[in-house]
């Protein structure tokens, strides 16, 4: 059993940035499909982006053009570079594994099943 161990979070201004890490231990990009999820008080939880094994990448609309997710393999780290953050991006971010080379659709929170604690990401306005 591996673990997921998320951080980087904090508390920035709106129109930011910041970086989250994750370390994965035993579970690795070159046989998971890694991906990062958020969820906001009173929300559910959401697909944020994912990383296939050869590094192609998807994100959730909100995510494109400001969100960037990216793995080391050599670290067995996952990262989300996040810019330009809006109020809207006041969360707990969750890195997650599950089985598999590729991130196919749907990639959405309940066909993940392997999950790091959160951390805490609060955007002021």
């Known amino acids: 059993q591996g673990h997921l161990v998320a951080s980087g979070g904090g508390s920035v201004q709106a129109g930011g940035s910041l970086r989250l890490s994750c370390a994965a231990t035993g579970y690795t990009n070159r046989s998971h499909c890694l991906g990062w999820f958020r969820q906001a008080p009173g929300k559910e939880r959401e697909g944020v982006a994912a990383i296939d094994s050869d590094g192609s990448s998807r994100y959730a609309d909100f995510a494109k053009g400001r969100f960037t997710i990216s793995a080391d393999n050599a670290k067995n780290t996952l990262y989300l570079q996040m810019n330009s953050l809006e109020s809207e991006d006041t969360a707990v971010y969750y890195c997650?594994?599950?089985?598999?080379?590729?991130?196919?659709?749907?990639?959405?929170?309940?066909?993940?099943?392997?999950w790091g604690q959160g951390t805490q990401v609060t955007v002021s306005s």
């Open positions: 997650a594994a599950r089985l598999g080379y590729y991130c196919s659709a749907p990639w959405g929170p309940k066909t993940f099943g392997y």
